[in-house]
């Protein structure tokens, strides 16, 4: 095999692999804390309350989005789908630009 073959090769696999991906989302999943500000509450006394948020950019501001309990392994599933698509697309990228220099 010449090495324009085993990059073609290559390129095809991520192609391959960032199809396999799925859905996704761009954004930012973050686990927050805070206070709910009611006096009898556990979370004064130094047990906040947890929940999940997606941030992510539109129209140049930043969105923040609650993400529901039942929903938390959908959002954590689908920002790492993203994250895993963007690795493998700045690998192709490398793999696309030595095929271009080959010729």
Known sequence: MTQKQILQAKARSLRSQMRK??????????????KCGKPNCRCTRGYPHSFLVVTYKEEGKTKTVYVNKNRQAEALFLSKNYKEYR?????????????????
């Open 21 to 34: 991906l799925g859905s996704m989302m761009q954004g930012s999943v973050i686990f927050r804390q805070m």
């Open 87 to 103: 690795k493998l697309l700045k690998e192709l990228t490398k793999v696309n630009l030595q095929i271009l220099r080959l010729d």
